[in-house]
């Protein structure tokens, strides 16, 4: 059997220091040691998509990330993983238990169908595999042969963990993660009439936030901070709707001395929003979190969200933010995002529906807009 402990000091020399995952009981021994751990990071996601998202920003921000999973979890990675981490060329390891394996030891009848097609389903998604090694002998080969394949690819790479592989590892006990006082209460929300428009408030950000990352979420809100002026600092996250937020925490984590401002939109954070709870648990000061709601779908024709019901400020207040704030127009985020520094903050900001003709479509690749904003993102490019 493997000594959990020592497996995370192996993927550490190869530079596997950005861990997330959500627990399973074959992977207790690895998820307790990366927790107890204090050369790595751990991110202990709402679920595996966000975990994915988490470990694609440790890669961005220049380390490599690792994400956690039950094979019955997959289902919930398939979307970053495919839209994500594979259009942008994202390399992250996935440690993936094999519950329901064809064979192995009985186990819960939900596992049935996922156990049946684990291997099938990641060489569907073109992920390479290989068994989790068994032995200690066998780890650093192991991790050594991932750590190429990853970097020759720009792809996800995944150990499937066999029961019993891993040496039982109780959790150190530790006290609960201090939370920030907020700064003050919130009041009541009071929204005019007169919204602004998503490009004013962009424009806007774009201005005020000069040497910060900008992670702009799916559809129009990246296209129209590409259409306002591209620039290295920027990356759209094209596909992976509602992971966005969870790609800066990654980056925050990582890289705590650089500043990170996600600009959100109202359907994609109600796609995840488990995510609001785990970055108020881990509370980034480097991290601002703009909301731009329009109770709107709006790139696939404007349907209607339940963020015309949904306090999403209150939310984040609830989640553990220290700083939630409205504001009512792009001059106001624009303060907003200047008082920011040294606390997370959420800003939220309701724009009216509709968009620009003709909005254009970023010319340069997601993978091209990856390697350069990770580039700049590690001081190599300024």
Not at 282 to 308: C, I, K, M, Y
Not at 322 to 332: E, I, K, M
Request: charged share 20%; proline share 8%; with cysteine.
């Amino acid at each position: 059997m493997i000594d959990a402990a020592r497996f995370l000091g192996a993927a550490a020399e190869h530079g596997l220091r950005g861990w997330s995952g959500v627990p399973c009981s074959a992977l207790k021994p690895l998820i307790n040691a990366a927790i107890d751990s204090g050369r790595i990071g751990y991110v202990g996601a709402a679920n595996e998509g966000q975990a994915v998202a988490v470990a694609a920003g440790a890669w961005l921000a220049g380390s490599r990330g690792a994400v956690l999973l039950q094979s019955s979890g997959l289902g919930n990675a398939v979307n970053p993983l495919t839209s994500l981490c594979a259009v942008a060329r994202i390399p992250v390891l996935l440690i993936c238990s094999w519950r329901g394996e064809p064979g192995g030891a009985p186990d819960e009848p939900q596992h049935a169908l996922m156990g049946a097609i684990t291997p099938r389903l990641l060489e569907l998604m073109e992920i390479p595999w290989a068994p989790f090694p068994e032995v200690e002998a066998d780890v650093e080969p192991a991790l050594a042969r991932a750590a190429r394949r990853m970097d020759d690819s720009g792809q996800p790479f995944a150990f499937v963990l066999h029961g019993g592989a891993l040496a039982p590892r109780d959790l150190r006990p530790s006290p609960p993660a201090a939370r920030p006082p907020p700064a003050d209460p919130l009041p009541a929300a009071a929204w005019p009439e007169e919204r602004p428009s998503l490009r004013e408030v962009l424009d806007a950000v774009q201005r005020r936030a000069e040497g910060a990352a900008l992670v702009a979420t799916t559809g129009y809100t990246g296209r129209t901070l590409y259409a306002l002026g591209d620039t290295q600092r920027q990356l759209y996250v094209v596909g992976a709707m509602g992971c966005a937020s969870s790609v800066a925490l990654g980056l925050a984590l990582a890289r705590p001395e650089r500043r990170v401002i996600v600009l959100d939109g109202d359907g994609a954070a109600l796609m995840h929003l488990g995510a609001l709870a785990t970055i108020g648990q881990h509370h980034p000061r480097n991290l601002t979190h703009v909301l731009l709601d329009n109770e709107r779908h709006e790139s696939t024709g404007g349907q209607r969200t339940a963020a015309e019901v949904a306090d999403l400020a209150a939310v984040a207040h609830a989640c553990g933010y220290p700083r939630a704030r409205r504001a009512s127009t792009a001059a106001a985020v624009a303060d907003e995002i200047g008082a920011a520094a040294g606390a997370l903050t959420f800003i939220h900001v309701k724009v009216r529906p509709g968009h620009e003709a003709d909005l254009p479509r970023p010319r340069v690749t997601p993978a091209d807009v990856a390697a350069r904003f990770r580039a700049w993102f590690m001081g190599s490019v300024r």
